[in-house]
């Protein structure tokens, strides 16, 4: 696909909009569709968001005047078109440029990015301060909020409502109604939105009105001039409104508009991929997660699958759901609400299994602390994507050993291969003492053999091999990494360190951590996330008033932002090179 890109060579600034007539301006949607669906094909990302969005960006930019009038995206994930109108189409023209600029709105690239944005259901909450500031300062721009329908099941999009309701200014909130949140949207808010659509805006019952908010309904969601026309009506007014706008995710690539969920975000290759390319008899976590589930089902356990609108992650497919029945809850993007929830769950008898991305789980601290752990609710919570990595700064997946392993009667568990994996699954599913957590590993790997280990013997770590001098743990996905750290250091030193594989990322085996201190002078612990609150920092303690020393090994407090695995793991001195050279300085 090629483009002409005729009009977007007019166009270098929201201000050259305002130069074009509505064909034009059609046409410009139109052009940006091409350069997204080139991008992306190319390098991966937000798809149909992106796709569907464009005419409501390039209304809202001729009518308004940013950055002086202030856009809030939820998520940021829609902000192709956005980036493209305000200076930075490079990125989406030219293929040596399109890592050039983030996915999401990132404010050292532009001043029309107010904040570096990728979680969902935050804009209202933001743009709440950014309105009430204006206000207390003086100001006079507008303040407008863009949300999905998909975003205001999550409960800070309410506790933002709730609150914008009553500020008494200037306030717009756009409402990007798609009918879809990353899947087919869930619960009560999404089927009063779907009443709204179906009777053009026009309701006894008005969720929004009731909350004291103006309301607008757009059917022609994607529509320039229509929406232009709404926009300029609302432009500059002196209470909170609602513009809810009615838009195709994924329109202009017919199979993004047909099929919805699999184009929320994609990898590269799509326009040449053909279905069904995974082999028949491939195995991944995902495979191996879905088969246990729906074995136990068939056995009758009272098992509960679980994700907060991210099925795609875990390979949750339309298949897999029909086949759970009432036993998959998709809760929408509310993951406060899905722990909360599996801990009421596991309190009645159930077995669920929540699935939650890393960077998400971060999201919901209080509940794992107060509704989980403080009542000791037997739920089974599955980490995925956890791990050291080059993604956005907002995606980033290193922080949840910090975070879940300091909580009180949490067990957090790091296989290494599938066999524990299973093993500590089919553990965590039948015992009913403790909330537990398993970090699972993103590439597969096979220890070739059942694993019996008994599990209810918590912090009970596993010696693998038993050697001298140096003793290495390594957690989870990064034991790999300590294999390869013994061999090194056989090679290098003559040492033949000793091996072990904690598994318990909440607690110590101090009985096997003392026993080292007779035969060994070194112990180094490498785990694939932030050192500081980390495993390794459990082990350093430990030690604290003994002889021993100790390497950690793992990332650092840091915010990073599509930064190469190489850098990363050369920053943090994670090669067998550099730890070797470390090594060579504490033995000395």
């Avoid at 997204?36 to 991966?44: P, S």
């Avoid at 080292?516 to 490498?526: D, G, P």
Wanted: overall charge negative.
């Amino acid at each position: 696909m090629t483009t002409t890109a005729s009009i977007l060579e007019m166009v270098n600034s929201p201000e050259d909009l305002r130069k074009l007539n509505m064909e034009e301006l059609n046409l410009l949607a139109d052009e940006m569709r091409e350069l997204i669906i080139n991008k992306v094909n190319t390098i991966g990302g937000h798809l149909g968001p992106n796709l569907g969005i464009a005419e409501a960006t390039i209304a809202l930019h001729y009518v308004f005047n940013s950055p002086v009038d202030k856009f809030v995206f939820d998520i940021s994930h829609q902000c192709y078109p956005h980036k493209i109108i305000t200076g930075r189409k490079e990125g989406f023209t030219n293929p040596e440029n399109y890592h050039k600029y983030t996915g999401f709105t990132a404010p050292e690239e532009s001043a029309h990015d107010i904040f570096k944005i990728g979680h969902t259901s935050t804009s209202v909450s933001l743009a709440t301060g950014l309105a009430k500031a204006r206000d207390l300062t003086g100001g006079k721009e507008n303040i407008i909020a863009l949300i999905g329908d998909g975003s205001l099941t999550g409960g800070e999009a309410l506790e933002g409502l709730n609150n914008a309701a009553v500020l008494n200014s200037n306030f717009i909130i756009v409402l990007n109604d798609n009918d879809m949140s990353i899947a087919e949207n869930q619960g009560g808010i999404c089927e009063m939105l779907t009443e709204l659509r179906e009777h053009n805006g026009k309701v006894e019952n008005n969720f929004f009105k009731a909350l004291g908010f103006d309301y607008i309904y757009v059917d022609k969601g994607n529509d320039v001039e229509t929406l232009i026309n709404v926009f300029q009506k609302v432009k500059d007014i002196d209470h909170p409104i609602v513009v809810h706008i009615h838009t195709l995710k994924g329109k202009g690539y017919k199979p993004a508009e047909i099929n919805k969920e699999p184009f929320h975000w994609t990898l590269p290759g799509f326009m040449g991929a053909k279905d069904n390319q995974i082999p028949a008899n491939y195995e991944d976590y995902n495979s191996v997660t879905k088969d246990y589930l729906l074995n136990k089902l068939n056995e009758g356990m009272p098992i509960v699958a679980m994700n907060a609108a991210t099925p795609g992650v875990f390979g949750f497919d339309k298949e897999f759901r029909n086949k759970m029945g009432s036993h998959y809850i998709d809760v929408g993007i509310a993951e406060q609400q899905a722990v909360a929830m599996a801990s009421g769950l596991a309190k009645e008898g159930a077995k669920p299994v929540l699935c939650v991305m890393s960077s998400f789980i971060q999201r919901t601290y209080d509940q794992l602390s107060q509704d989980l752990a403080l009542n000791n609710s037997p739920a089974t919570i599955l980490i995925y994507w956890g791990g050291i990595s080059e993604a956005d700064c907002t995606h980033l997946c290193t922080f949840d050993i910090s975070m879940i392993s300091n909580i009180p009667n949490m067990v957090y568990l790091a296989p290494t291969c599938k066999e524990e994996y299973l093993k500590m699954l089919d553990w965590s599913v039948k015992q009913n003492e403790h909330p537990v957590v398993i970090r699972v590993p993103f590439t597969m790997t096979y220890m070739g053999y059942e694993d019996t280990t008994d599990y209810s013997v918590i912090n009970k770590y596993k010696m693998i091999e038993q050697g001298n001098e140096i003793a290495i743990l390594g957690l989870g996905a990064f034991f790999e990494n300590a294999k390869t750290l013994k061999q090194a250091i056989k090679n290098e030193l003559g040492i033949d360190a000793t091996l072990i594989n904690p598994r318990f990322i909440t607690g110590i085996d101090k009985e096997m951590m003392n026993s080292l201190k007779s035969n060994h002078k070194l112990v180094i612990t490498l785990e694939d996330g932030e050192l500081d609150g980390g495993f390794g920092e459990k082990i350093s303690r430990f030690y604290g008033d003994s002889d021993m020393k100790v390497l950690n090994y793992g990332s650092f407090k840091e915010f990073t932002d599509r930064v190469p695995i190489s850098e990363l793991y050369s920053r943090y001195r994670l090669t067998p090179e550099l730890i070797l050279e470390d090594i060579k300085r504490v033995l000395k």
